[in-house]
């Protein structure tokens, strides 16, 4: 009953804190309309909260491991509704970055304690499977959330937006407050925080699955960060068509969690992230293709995306079990530091997109398909038998 509730929760604030990612897309014109400013410096405001997501999390996991899980949490949930609710209320761009960095994080405790509490009541092939409700979560938040931030936008304008964002995150606060979580005591726990984190880091067997989760990843944030000003610019949708987008891509995102949930037992987790891998690779490769020979069909951009998609929903959960039994010190930090290096890899990458960002979609294809190509790289490496 527990390890239900713990999901049930993780689940709720993994959907919230990667609703910040996803649910203002549609509304990125009419923000940068309302700060005076180009759309594609709005766009800089997924890396910015990209980054705040990635610095903190080495220290949300350290103090975790010291004061616990939940008041960790609790002080998350409450930075990142307070950084959602103070946003509407700046009126230039710096402002706007600025509360998106807070924003972020916010989000990174959050994304950090989900991962270690589903990581205290689960192991092995059933951790992956728990993880792969992280996912689900995750991609309903990508998907569904920019779907319901254009109708938000649309009935009462883009402040909407993070006001109903804060306010739903500072009400889950008090929820998690009631709450008693389990928790796993190891021993070998007791040893200091950044020589830990470094052990883990050298570990071929952790750091692997973590850089190829993380590679996987980069594709969907160089997409969200990019794909608004290519399909609501040269191909004219509006921002209601493009928070439709997000039900095909939920879809694919869905399947391909219940996948893992259905099949990692009776397949073994690095048979199947493989297949993930490779429709990764097999998803942007088209896409490239696509957008160089058919400039003007948008088809041929977000459909091979979706089956990208599909391949990550695969590919991640199991990417995140690997990484933590890889690692040779337990507790929050391995789910800590694989966290840090995702978000520190999408922040990146979600910088290297805005920079592309232009109404052709041929460079945006080219890094998805380099990215995807990395990952399977890492896949490869970690079916190689390793050296006694």
């Not at 949300?60 to 491991?65: R, V, Y």
């Not at 996948?259 to 048979?271: A, E, I, Q, S």
């Amino acid at each position: 009953m527990k390890s239900t509730t713990t999901l049930l929760v993780t689940c709720s604030t993994v959907f919230l804190a990667q609703l910040g990612m996803s649910i203002y897309l549609p509304a990125l014109p009419d923000i940068a309309r309302e700060l005076t400013v180009d759309a594609s410096l709005v766009s800089w405001g997924l890396a910015v909260y990209l980054i705040g997501m990635a610095l903190p999390m080495l220290f949300w996991g350290s103090l975790a491991q010291r004061i616990g899980r939940k008041p960790v949490l609790l002080a998350a949930l409450g930075i990142y509704g307070l950084g959602n609710l103070a946003l509407p209320l700046g009126s230039t761009l710096e402002s706007f970055l600025v509360l998106r960095l807070l924003q972020g994080i916010g989000a990174s405790g959050i994304s950090v304690m989900a991962r270690v509490l589903i990581r205290d009541s689960f192991s092995g092939d059933l951790l992956a499977r728990a993880l792969s409700w992280l996912s689900i979560s995750f991609v309903v938040a990508l998907g569904i959330g920019q779907y319901l931030g254009s109708i938000i936008q649309v009935a009462l304008g883009w402040p909407a937006i993070f006001y109903w964002l804060g306010g739903v995150s500072l009400a889950m606060a008090v929820v998690v407050a009631r709450i008693t979580f389990a928790t796993r005591v190891e021993e070998n726990t007791r040893s200091a925080t950044w020589p830990s984190y470094w052990q883990i880091l050298r570990h071929r067997d952790f750091l692997l699955p973590a850089l190829a989760g993380g590679l996987g990843y980069g594709v969907i944030i160089a997409f969200n960060t990019a794909a608004p000003v290519i399909l609501q610019g040269p191909f004219n949708w509006s921002p209601v068509e493009y928070g439709l987008l997000g039900w095909p891509i939920s879809a694919a995102y869905f399947l391909g969690a219940l996948g893992v949930n259905g099949l990692v037992l009776r397949t073994g987790r690095l048979w199947l992230m493989t297949v993930g891998v490779g429709l990764v690779l097999a998803g942007t490769a088209v896409m490239l293709l696509g957008s160089i020979a058919a400039t003007s069909i948008a088809l041929l951009f977000w459909l091979p995306y979706c089956f990208a998609v599909l391949g990550q929903s695969l590919n991640y959960p199991i990417s995140l079990s690997l990484a933590n039994d890889g690692a040779p010190i337990g507790g929050a930090y391995a789910m800590a530091l694989s966290g840090f290096i995702h978000q520190l890899m999408a922040a990146a990458i979600g910088a290297m997109a805005s920079f592309i960002a232009s109404a052709q979609a041929w460079p945006l294809s080219l890094l998805c398909t380099l990215l995807a190509l990395g990952a399977m790289i890492c896949v490869m490496l970690i079916r190689l038998p390793t050296r006694a």
